[in-house]
């Protein structure tokens, strides 16, 4: 098991080293230098390239990249040029407890509504409530999550006026329920059809056979002999999800106005803000990367069978 | 995963697809094909003896008897037809607006509404829609082209040499994969000087490529120990021929799935990127694009943002339904359902 952990573990280290050399190129190919965007369109040439200068913007790029990796070792993400040379890592820090409450709320809601959709649909296979709640998730899956914050404005915010439309608060629930549903939506779709496709696949073992003919009512089998069994695979899809509900939130959170680190992101992308953009990317890389190994450890250590692979 | 469709004949039992793989008596080309236990007329079930219906064939019949696939195949169709002739049949200019007819209303002549410039909705979803389809399928084939060169050659190496080379392939995939949703396609994206439709290509074909590549590695894996790889390399075939011959064929079922399943996704990427201002710019439409614009208008004139939208929804939708209906039809055991 140790070994295991160790060996996936060691995995991790290229990947993020890939990461952030990918992330480094794709920064400075972005057109426009920092040092134009940061002092404005009337700046003359040689305040620009005194401005470079002072970034380190003109020493060749392996150099800046070493610089770079040097530093982020240290645990050291530089100074964000756009927001005042206020530290990265404290811009980080505020943003990812507005994204954190985010992919919990939409976590929260894919759950609630995916898992008791799924078992509602496996008890009776293409019965008019399960070819409902498939027909459903099957549109969830396909629609595009700024078009549905869109609609979700429009009737909870602006026709019903229930919810605010924008925004964020600190505190304030209300402010994020729509930015929760809009990004849950495809994980409750993805949970529903998990859930009742392993489920049926339970639902066929012996242990189910003899809990029928030891009387059990239709719903004591489903519930608690088919779901606990089912129940495994379902730890995968969350723990995978909540780690890309952590993370990929730039579309929402951009439609929504919520202060997280996607639409942080986006912003340093427009601003050529370097050390804010690389930031983002290897904080959010390292919880993505990090949490997809947790949950294979935790599959590994449920399922001793995958151990050995 | 199954659609409204797929459950005829089926008295009672899940409808988790029970066929056992026996490859003996198969012919080597899609040979998990032909396995597939469905118990329908009885035909499927037989191994190809003579007069049996080739495995392409009997998987097409499947394929057909799914409603949801062929909704789904409908749909693309007439979305193409759209596409392709909306030079010819959209009844207004996409580029020019009406005067005086700026925020109208769905009514005989403008059906879908008109925008703020008074340019007619319908006419630019259709020609919208070729954007949309022409991104979604050209970076599909990019992410192909790199996902099975990628693919094919980390399997192989990983079963008959050291498996160096499969071992750094598969890292660049974790690496590529480890870029969170459509972040990777947004940095490159935003690499461009100026926005267009074909930095959103390349974006999303170089990002979507690392599930393609696992499954194909998977496939290659699984193929590559087979007998008649054995056989192929002790007769001394070029490596070169034995990939391309003997093993990618094979695995072509998963991978055809994956990729029409990935059409889907790159429309959405898409929309997305267009949404977020990197794709398509005014004047050309693209569905993504419509909704951006609408996006400060939607609550008043809602006709500009609702139907680009279920454009979207309904593309991807058939898209998705096709690539389960071919799962089903070939067979597909495990697809590509989390990515």
Redesign the interface.
Same mark, same amino acid.
């Given at each position: 098991m140790w070994g295991y952990i160790a060996r996936r573990l060691l995995q991790c280290v290229p990947v993020l080293i890939g990461v952030t050399m990918v992330s480094f190129a794709i920064v400075h190919a972005l057109p426009g230098s920092p040092a134009e965007v940061l002092l404005g369109p009337r700046a003359s040439a040689e305040q620009i390239e005194a401005a470079a200068e002072e970034l380190g913007l003109n020493k060749p790029l392996p150099i800046q990249y070493l610089k770079y990796l040097g530093r982020l070792i240290r645990g050291d993400l530089g100074v964000s040029w756009s927001q005042k040379d206020l530290h990265v890592s404290k811009i980080l820090i505020r943003d990812l407890g507005v994204s954190a409450r985010l992919a919990l709320g939409a976590m929260s809601f894919a759950m609630l509504l995916g898992i008791p959709l799924g078992i509602l649909s496996a008890r009776k296979p293409y019965g008019k409530l399960d070819n409902l709640a498939m027909g459903v998730s099957l549109i969830g899956v396909c629609t595009p999550a700024f078009w549905l914050a869109m609609l979700l404005v429009l009737i909870f915010g602006v026709w019903l006026r229930w919810l605010p439309i924008s925004g964020y608060e600190p505190g304030s629930l209300a402010h994020l329920v729509l930015p929760s549903v809009t990004l849950g939506a495809i994980s409750a779709a993805i949970l529903a059809r998990m859930t009742r496709a392993s489920i049926l696949d339970a639902m066929g073992e012996d242990y189910i056979r003899t809990a029928r003919s030891r009387g059990l009512s239709e719903w004591r089998t489903l519930l608690a002999h088919a779901f606990p069994n089912a129940a495994l695979p379902l730890i995968t899809v969350i723990g995978s999800n909540l780690a890309s509900l952590f993370t990929g939130a730039v579309l929402t959170e951009t439609v929504f106005s919520l202060p997280g680190m996607g639409r942080e992101l986006y912003e340093a992308i427009f601003n050529r803000d370097y050390n804010l953009m690389l930031g983002c990317i290897v904080v959010m890389a390292v919880i993505f990367v990090l949490a997809n190994l947790a949950v294979d450890i935790l599959y590994a250590f449920l399922d001793p069978r995958l151990r050995r692979r | 995963? &199954?659609?409204?469709g797929g459950?005829d004949g089926e008295g009672g039992s899940? $409808?988790?697809p029970s066929g056992k793989r026996d490859s003996e008596g198969t012919c080597p080309m899609f040979h998990g094909a032909v396995a597939y236990g469905e118990p329908c007329a009885g035909a499927a079930i037989s191994p190809s003896g003579p007069g049996a219906p080739s495995p392409l064939a009997a998987a097409w019949r499947r394929l057909a008897r799914n409603r949801g696939a062929v909704f789904g195949m409908i749909v693309i169709c007439a979305m193409s037809l759209a596409a392709a002739g909306a030079p010819v049949l959209s009844p207004h200019s996409y580029w020019d607006g009406v005067p005086g007819c700026e925020r109208l209303g769905p009514r005989p002549g403008f059906w879908l509404g008109t925008d703020l410039l008074g340019r007619d909705v319908l006419s630019r979803m259709m020609h919208g829609a070729r954007i949309s389809l022409a991104v979604g399928a050209a970076a599909t084939v990019l992410s192909l082209a790199i996902g099975l060169t990628v693919g094919l050659a980390a399997g192989y190496s990983a079963v008959y040499s050291r498996g160096l080379l499969d071992a750094a392939l598969m890292?660049?995939t974790?690496? *590529?994969y480890?870029?969170?949703? =459509?972040?990777?396609a *947004? $940095? =490159?994206a935003? =690499?461009? &000087?100026k926005p267009s439709p074909y930095i959103v290509f390349i974006a999303l074909g170089l990002s979507g490529w690392p599930g393609i590549a696992r499954v194909t590695r998977a496939e290659t894996m699984k193929i590559a120990a087979a007998e008649y790889v054995l056989a192929a390399r002790s007769l001394g075939v070029p490596t070169s021929r034995i990939l391309l011959r003997h093993i990618l064929p094979n695995a072509l079922s998963p991978v055809t799935v994956m990729a029409t399943l990935a059409i889907?996704g790159n429309i959405?990427g898409e929309?997305?990127l267009s949404?977020?201002g990197l794709g398509a710019e005014d004047p050309y439409p693209s569905w993504?694009g419509m909704?951006s614009e609408?996006?400060d208008h939607?609550?008043v004139y809602?006709w500009m943002?609702i139907f680009p $939208?279920m454009a =979207?929804?309904l593309t *991807?939708?058939a898209f998705?339904?096709v690539g389960d209906g071919l799962r089903d039809a070939l067979d597909v055991k495990s697809g590509g359902?989390?990515y």
């Open positions: - | 995963m &199954e659609t409204a459950k899940s $409808g988790v890292r660049l974790d690496t *590529v480890a870029f969170p949703g =459509i972040l990777l *947004v $940095g =490159i935003a =690499i461009a &000087e889907g959405l929309a997305a949404f977020l993504g909704l609408a996006r939607f609550t809602w943002g $939208g =979207i929804v *991807v939708l998705n339904v359902a989390s």
